[in-house]
């Protein structure tokens, strides 16, 4: 049974560092280009973590921007973040129970959050319900079986990282969400691939904040040796010393409206 991450005040400060990176920055563009946003639309921002999404809407739009997450040690750091963007408003939520009013959005990004939801389906019921008639969202996932990531012991890594798939209840999710998008109610108006690549592990690359996270989680959860878990970490160390690093990872994002 997959266990989703719930996040005290040094996790959320971890994922911080991960959305800091540049990978992390092209993939909310990515998004962001997707919706094609203008005017006075207002936003939704589920799942807004560290609050880097909300704070890069507001400047793009005349309307309100709302960041909902349910975890308040991201909501604070997302209040630091948009402190300075007046058409920001960050509130509790949770993606199952949203607290928006009916057809209120425009627009919406989900992303990275249906991943760790246990009732997918009340989810995007509640995208559905929160959409305005052609209203649009920007539904964005990863399938973990795009992981490209090299190892000179693959069964090592294998190991390492088959147990860290086991951080969400859905770790292919990029790949399947078209079904349950239309059962919600929603048309899929077409779907992307985004690719992170690193060919290095500097710190301050999305791989090395990722390999730290990976290591501390399967760890955490005695679900892989320590010793098991530095060996892997060493030998990305040593391919990284010689210019071997090579670290992919493709996600998908859903660009879907409300029936008009």
Same mark, same amino acid.
């Given at each position: 049974?997959?266990?989703?991450?719930?996040?005290?005040?040094?996790? #959320?400060?971890?994922?911080?560092?991960?959305?800091?990176?540049?990978?992390?920055?092209?993939?909310?563009?990515?998004?962001?280009?997707?919706? &094609?946003?203008?005017? &006075?639309?207002?936003?939704?921002?589920?799942?807004?973590?560290?609050?880097?999404?909300?704070?890069?809407?507001?400047?793009?739009?005349?309307?309100?921007?709302?960041?909902?997450?349910?975890?308040?040690?991201?909501?604070?750091?997302?209040?630091?973040?948009?402190?300075?963007?007046?058409?920001?408003?960050?509130?509790?939520?949770?993606?199952?129970?949203?607290?928006?009013?009916?057809?209120? #959005?425009? #627009?919406?990004?989900?992303?990275?959050?249906?991943?760790? $939801?246990? &009732?997918?389906?009340?989810?995007?019921?509640?995208?559905?319900? $929160?959409?305005?008639?052609?209203?649009?969202?920007?539904?964005?996932?990863?399938?973990?079986?795009?992981?490209?990531?090299?190892?000179?012991?693959?069964?090592?890594?294998?190991?390492?990282?088959?147990?860290?798939?086991?951080?969400?209840?859905?770790?292919?999710?990029?790949?399947?969400?078209?079904?349950?998008?239309?059962?919600?109610?929603?048309?899929?108006?077409?779907?992307?691939?985004?690719?992170?690549?690193?060919?290095?592990?500097?710190?301050?690359?999305?791989?090395?904040?990722?390999?730290?996270?990976?290591?501390?989680?399967?760890?955490?959860?005695?679900?892989?040796?320590?010793?098991?878990?530095?060996?892997?970490?060493?030998?990305?160390?040593?391919?990284?010393?010689?210019?071997?690093?090579?670290?992919?990872?493709?996600?998908?994002?859903?660009?879907?409206?409300?029936?008009?």
């Amino acid at each position: 049974m997959a266990e989703t991450i719930e996040y005290d005040e040094a996790e #959320a400060r971890h994922e911080e560092l991960i959305y800091e990176t540049g990978e992390a920055a092209d993939r909310r563009r990515f998004v962001r280009e997707a919706l &094609d946003l203008e005017g &006075d639309e207002r936003v939704l921002s589920i799942g807004c973590g560290p609050g880097f999404e909300p704070a890069e809407l507001a400047p793009i739009v005349d309307g309100e921007v709302v960041g909902v997450d349910r975890s308040e040690a991201m909501l604070a750091l997302a209040s630091r973040r948009c402190n300075d963007s007046p058409n920001v408003t960050l509130t509790t939520g949770d993606a199952t129970d949203l607290p928006i009013a009916d057809e209120s #959005a425009d #627009a919406a990004t989900v992303v990275q959050v249906y991943q760790y $939801v246990d &009732d997918l389906e009340a989810a995007i019921d509640e995208l559905a319900r $929160v959409l305005r008639p052609g209203g649009r969202a920007m539904v964005y996932h990863t399938d973990w079986d795009s992981l490209v990531w090299r190892s000179t012991n693959r069964a090592r890594a294998k190991r390492v990282l088959e147990a860290f798939f086991e951080h969400c209840p859905r770790p292919h999710l990029g790949s399947e969400l078209a079904e349950p998008l239309r059962e919600g109610g929603l048309v899929v108006d077409r779907v992307e691939p985004n690719c992170l690549l690193d060919t290095r592990l500097e710190e301050g690359t999305f791989a090395y904040h990722l390999m730290e996270g990976v290591a501390k989680y399967v760890v955490d959860r005695d679900a892989v040796d320590p010793d098991m878990a530095e060996a892997w970490i060493e030998d990305l160390r040593a391919l990284e010393a010689t210019g071997g690093t090579f670290f992919s990872l493709t996600q998908y994002g859903y660009l879907v409206r409300s029936p008009a």
